[in-house]
């Protein structure tokens, strides 16, 4: 962000009367969270490696407070919302491994549009599958 941009939203933020600048995610937006990268050496199916990982290394407690996960597009990857209060706590916690690391994040890498509910059916609920791409489990459709 350069200066000028800073002094600019440092203007209006003056004329609108907001009094405090909250911290906010660079991930969701929200109020007093920071976001997190992890990285890994390999691709994962699903986001479930790095929830594992979080709770492994940080506790469950930080695991429940981590209120959003997203896979990066390359699944090496992914970008948590972590609540401010543990900033500290991973500093001091925290060890980079040769397989995992962990930073806060300046930028948004490019995010993959994972729905775990499209991996069988339709997405409503309602779809089923063999794993086979079709799901007539197994039986020819006679005409």
């Known amino acids: 962000v350069s200066t000028q941009s800073t ?3 440092a203007a209006l933020s003056h004329i609108s009367g907001l009094i405090e600048i909250k911290k906010r995610s660079l991930l969701s937006s929200m109020e007093d969270f920071t976001a997190y990268q992890m990285t890994n050496t390999f691709e994962v199916r699903s ?16 695991r ?14 992914c970008v948590i919302d972590v609540p401010s209060k543990y900033e500290e706590f991973i500093d001091d916690t925290w060890c980079d491994s040769n397989k995992v690391t962990l930073f806060k994040m300046t930028e948004l890498p ?4 994972y729905d775990p509910r499209r991996r ?18 197994g039986r020819s459709k006679r005409k």
Do not use: C
Not at 64 to 70: L, R, S, T
Not at 110 to 113: K, Q, S, V
Not at 120 to 137: C, D, E, I, L, M
């Open 7 to 9: 002094g600019v939203a």
């Open 120 to 137: 069988f059916g339709n997405g409503n609920g309602h779809g089923h599958s063999n794993g086979y791409g079709n799901n007539n489990y």
């Open 110 to 113: 490019e995010l993959e549009d």
């Open 47 to 62: 986001p479930y490696y790095f929830w594992n990982q979080l709770e492994n290394i940080l506790g469950a407690t930080f």
């Open 64 to 77: 429940a407070d981590v209120k959003f996960m997203k896979l990066t597009k390359d699944r090496m990857g």
